[in-house]
C-alpha cells in the first residue's frame, strides 16, 4: 500500500518542477480581470506565489493539512499577505465573491465522481463575483496513457530529492477502470545508490470536454471561450488540453 502522493508538499514541488507552462495563462488571467482570486485545490502554493508576486490579492483552498502548511511558510517567507486555507473544494464556504476563481494543474480530476465535480463547480458558482471569471485547466485523457499494460514501470520524470539533494528518479504504474473513468496511479520515488523505491499513489477521473461541458452548464456557468493550449489556441480535437473561461 503506497502513500498518499498529497502528503509530503516539498517532495511534489521537487518533482514538478518542470510544470511551468500555466503560469503566464494563470497570471495573465488573474491580472486582465483585477480583483480578487480565489485557487481552489492550490497545493503547495506553486501559482499563489506567481499570482501575489503582480500585486494580486489571493487565497487559496486545499485538502491536505501538509500542503497548506506548507504553502503558508512559502506565502510567510515571500513577505506576501495571501494565504491558503484547509477546505474541500466541494463544500467550502467563504463568507466573500471573488473575482476570479480557478482550478489549476488537472486538480479537477481528483473529484471522483460527476457529482462531486458537480458540487465543486456549484460551490465555484456561488462564490464568483456578477462580473467574474472561472477557469479550469485540465489535460485531455489520452487512452494511449489509460490503457498501457499494467504490469510495467514507465518513466515520469527525474528530480532532485530535496532532503539531502541525491539525484531520483518517478516510474509509474496505472489500472483505468473504464466504467468508473478512474485512473488510479501509483508512483515509485527511486533515490540514488537505494534499491527499494517508495510508492505514492493518487485517483484520476478522466472527464472528456462534452461531460466537462455539460458539468459546467449545468452548475449555472457560461462557457464563454474554450482554449486546446496555454497559448490561448482555440481547442479542436487535436488538442492536449481543455481550458475552460466561464461566466456567470
Ligand atoms: C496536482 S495538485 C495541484 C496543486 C496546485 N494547484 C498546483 O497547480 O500546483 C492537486 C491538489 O488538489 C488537492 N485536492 C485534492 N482533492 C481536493 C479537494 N476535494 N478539495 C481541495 N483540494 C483538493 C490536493 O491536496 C493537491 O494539493
Redesign the pocket.
Known sequence: MGTNI?TEPAL?DAV?WW?NN?IQFITDMADEIGGSVL??????G??AIEIMDKGQSYLG????QE?VEYANQKIKSKGFDGRVIL????TFSLPNTYDFIF?????FF??LTND?ALA?LTQAYTHLSNQGKFVIDLFIPDPSFLYKDENKLYHVTNFTWPEDGSKGMVKERNHYNDETQINHIWWYFYKENMDDPSLFEFDMHMIYPDTMDRLLTEAGFTIEKKYGNHDKTPFNEESDYQIYVCGK
Open positions: 498529497y511534489y514538478n510544470k500555466d485557487e481552489l485545490a492550490a497545493g503547495t506553486r501559482l483552498v486545499d485538502s491536505s500542503y477546505g474541500d473544494m466541494r482550478i489549476g494543474f488537472n486538480s481528483h473529484l462531486d465543486c
